[in-house]
């Protein structure tokens, strides 16, 4: 098991106060805390912050953390013989856990977990994942292997990691963001209590072609100046095959053409729209030719885009 | 190894959650829940008290006020305007996903 230096993670020296402690806990957890900072390692601190806090805000946490001894963080360590006063940690062997984890057995232990002989039932802990799928899984629906590892204590009482791997059926109807809820599949309770949850949450694999919206799609329309001046009926994919789609004349960049039903299927056999967005093109390099014809229309047509420029 | 199959319940508006549920999945008490509803907060599908339910899209706001009450001891009063505000962003942030995602990439 690695050491972890809970006094250095919150910045307070050995001797530091309640009130030190629970002072720099706050100015941290503002910086880190994942529900206010958008900082993507901020969890990870934040978790690193929330265990050192969980341990030394308490009296007797501390007190056994502090029995632990002085080490560098990262070194490879025991905690004593019958340490924190717990019997029967001879033996064991801390290979598979954190600190972390053994703080919550110490915890576990308090309350009267399983090694005190009483039968106050715990609960299970609650786990979030996240989890990508393509958008292709979401309209048709698709299955994902979920995996994760938990502490619980094995046949002969040792705490140890424990992988958890599991099927979950994730049905169509799925949108970019959806948060889903696995009942029981977190970690294990203790002295019949209830197992906790698993909490999932689902984001798309970005597509190379479609942004979706809730049930809806977008999808960008390339169209040729004369297509967007004249109308024309253009080909445009979708999840279930190409369609044809009839661009009206006169429409203008930005304009949104709509595809009933060609979204998302929602969870009651609806579907979303799928929504074109157009943008006219014009080609980088015009050929000799294009640039002949470009320039006649120039002269040939009336069309002023900034008429409204003069009327200011 | 032993790989079992679970089925995923929704948490959005396409499923309710009772009072009694929405306090063992957030970990608020059901007395906390009942505060939130009488400040505005927290809004029951039906008014009837005894059979209050709740759109499932509230398990995850409650879940982060109750991570929030617990890392920075929250004050009540804070407590019901943290939720108003939590469901505010989110609403924001579904907002502005939809606005990127109809500008040309």
């Known amino acids: ?312 | 190894m032993n790989i079992d199959f679970t089925e995923l319940v929704w948490l959005d508006h396409r499923q309710e959650v009772s009072l009694g549920e929405l306090a063992e999945l957030s970990g608020l008490a059901q007395e906390e829940l009942r505060q939130l509803v009488d400040s505005g907060a927290l809004t029951p599908v039906n008014a009837d008290e005894k059979q209050w339910s709740f759109s499932g899209q509230y398990v995850m706001s409650t879940r982060t006020l109750c991570r929030l009450k617990q890392d920075f001891e929250l004050e009540p009063n804070a407590f019901a305007l943290t939720l108003v505000f939590l469901e505010r962003i989110r609403t924001l942030e579904l907002k502005l996903q939809a606005l990127d995602s109809q500008q040309p990439a």
Do not use: C
Not at chain 1, 4 to 20: H, M, N, S, W
Not at chain 1, 70 to 93: A, D, I, L, M, V
Not at chain 1, 200 to 216: T, Y
Not at chain 1, 223 to 231: I, K, Q, R
């Open chain 1, 1 to 312: 098991m690695k050491f972890k230096d809970y006094y250095e993670i919150l910045g307070v020296v050995r001797t530091a106060t309640q009130d030190d402690i629970k002072k720099a806990y706050r100015k941290l957890a503002h910086q880190y805390h994942p529900d206010v900072s958008k900082d993507p390692a901020g969890e990870e601190k934040f978790k690193e912050i929330g265990e050192a806090y969980a341990t030394l805000k308490d009296a007797e946490k501390r007190a056994a953390y502090d029995e632990l001894g002085r080490h560098p963080s990262g070194e490879e360590f025991r905690p004593p013989p019958n340490w924190g006063g717990q019997q029967g940690t001879q033996g064991y062997s801390f290979d598979d856990v954190d600190l972390s984890d053994l703080f919550a057995s110490f915890s576990k232990g308090r309350q009267g977990g399983q090694h005190q002989g009483r039968s106050m039932p715990i609960p299970g802990q609650d786990y979030e994942l996240a989890t990508q799928i393509s958008l292709e899984d979401a309209f048709n629906g698709t299955t994902v292997e979920l995996s994760f590892t938990v502490p619980e204590y094995d046949a002969q009482g040792q705490l140890k990691r424990v992988p958890h791997t599991f099927k979950a059926r994730i049905p169509q109807g799925v949108t970019d963001g959806q948060k889903m809820l696995l009942r029981g599949k977190g970690g294990k309770g203790a002295n019949g209590g209830s197992d906790g949850n698993l909490y999932l949450n689902i984001s798309f694999i970005p597509h190379r072609l479609f942004r979706a919206v809730d049930h809806d799609l977008f999808i960008d329309l390339p169209l040729t100046v004369s297509e967007a001046a004249l109308g024309a009926t253009v080909k445009v994919p979708t999840l279930e095959g190409a369609v044809n789609l009839k661009v009206p004349e006169g429409i203008t960049s930005g304009q949104k053409l709509r595809i009933g039903k060609r979204g998302l299927p929602s969870k009651n056999q609806e579907h979303g729209d799928l929504y074109a967005v157009v943008q006219i093109v014009v080609p980088a390099k015009p050929s000799d030719k294009e640039r002949e014809l470009f320039k006649q229309l120039a002269e040939a047509s009336t069309f002023n885009p900034r008429a409204h420029f003069e009327q200011e």
